[in-house]
């Protein structure tokens, strides 16, 4: 039987292009979503990958909306926590609300994916969990006190997890994306975005299907020994 995975935020960007890498390994993909009720419906019309609505940083609802999709499609064998946002500030500027959407959103969001999903994994004998840190995690970021704690609580998340799931036969493992072509990105005011792809020795923003393949090859059979690691995927930006 075909493997199930959730990809959270997987109805855009760099989630969605890892729904239809998922989707073209003949994985059972369901892409979970927060906001946008009119793009996850034309991402399911295009796709035919079905959209389940929950907000990841909220723990019961991201149990209520695991329990349903494996009631309606099936136990869940992999996890890619994809979903994200940004409030970049300085600190001077920035809100308690803006540093507790983000780390409520981008770091609990995994633990709460991972409360649903990883006792199921445990007993079957099999899981996957892919999580998407980034660049600024590891580096830093002038203006993202934020997303650099969040995207760094994913590193460390993903090590300690990774040393509980290995015994089980489940692997936990990060992608840390640099500067990808997408909305997130295209929300950097333009002569701020002009100067970071200056500093990316490639030369070019990254594309979301280039993350999705690095996601494609963790889940996969053959990564079976690969667990607690890092992918950096970041044009050479920074060599972590
Ligand atoms: N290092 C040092 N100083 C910097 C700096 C940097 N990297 N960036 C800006 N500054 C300085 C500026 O030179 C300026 O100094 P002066 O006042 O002396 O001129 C001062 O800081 C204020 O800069 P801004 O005019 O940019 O300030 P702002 O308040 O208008 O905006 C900001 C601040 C919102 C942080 C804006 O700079 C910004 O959006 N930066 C980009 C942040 C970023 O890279 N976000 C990534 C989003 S994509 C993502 O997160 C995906 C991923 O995983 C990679």
Not at 27 to 54: H, L, M, S
Not at 180 to 186: E, F, G, L, P, W
Not at 207 to 213: D, L, N, T, V
Request: neutral net charge.
């Amino acid at each position: 039987m075909a493997r199930v995975a959730i990809v959270t935020g997987g109805t855009r960007g760099i989630g969605e292009a890892i729904s239809l890498a998922l989707h073209d390994m003949g994985i059972t993909v369901v892409a979970n979503y927060g906001g946008d009720d009119a793009k996850a419906a034309a991402f399911t019309e295009r796709t035919g990958i079905p959209a389940y609505k929950w907000d990841v940083g909220d723990h019961q609802a991201t149990l209520d909306g695991c329990a349903r999709v494996e009631a309606e499609v099936g136990p869940v064998d992999i996890v890619v926590n994809n979903a994200g946002i940004t409030r970049d500030g300085t600190l001077l500027r920035m809100s308690y609300e803006a540093w507790d959407a983000v780390i409520r959103t981008n770091l609990g969001g995994c633990f709460n994916m991972a409360k649903a999903t990883f006792p199921g994994m445990k007993s079957r004998g099999f899981g996957r969990i892919v999580n998407i840190g980034s660049i600024n995690g590891q580096a830093g970021q002038y203006g993202q006190v934020n997303y650099a704690a969040a995207k760094s609580g994913i590193h460390g998340f993903t090590k300690a997890l990774a040393q509980e799931g290995a015994r089980f036969n489940i692997t936990v493992n990060a992608i840390a994306p640099g500067y990808i072509d997408t909305d997130m990105v295209a929300a950097v005011p333009a002569d701020v975005l002009e100067k970071i792809v200056a500093k990316i020795p490639a030369g070019r923003l990254g594309q979301a299907q280039e993350i999705a393949r690095g996601v494609a090859f963790l889940v996969s059979d053959d990564a079976g020994f690969v667990t607690g690691s890092t992918l950096s995927i970041n044009g050479g930006q920074h060599m972590y």
